[in-house]
């Protein structure tokens, strides 16, 4: 699933976390607070960034499917991403 950077307000300068595939920030999307994550291909060879690419979409479709469970005031909300 990809979006329209326009329709993503970010609230951090900084991620909150970061790994060596991408790094993870706080926006605000359809009106909630999400996590947002940004691959860096950069240090991707030229030879290898086709099938990085396909394998990023693949961990998105993936995400795309998991259910989330958060708890806040002994209420569990249940969210599909």
Known sequence: MEIDDR???WHEDSPFAQGSFGA???VK???KIVAAKVKSLRDVPPNLLES???EYKKEVALMGEVRLVGERGGEA???TI
């Open 77 to 79: 909300k249940h969210n």
């Open 7 to 9: 329709n993503v307000k």
């Open 52 to 54: 990085a690419k396909k």
């Open 29 to 31: 999307f359809e009106g």
């Open 24 to 26: 993870v920030y706080r």
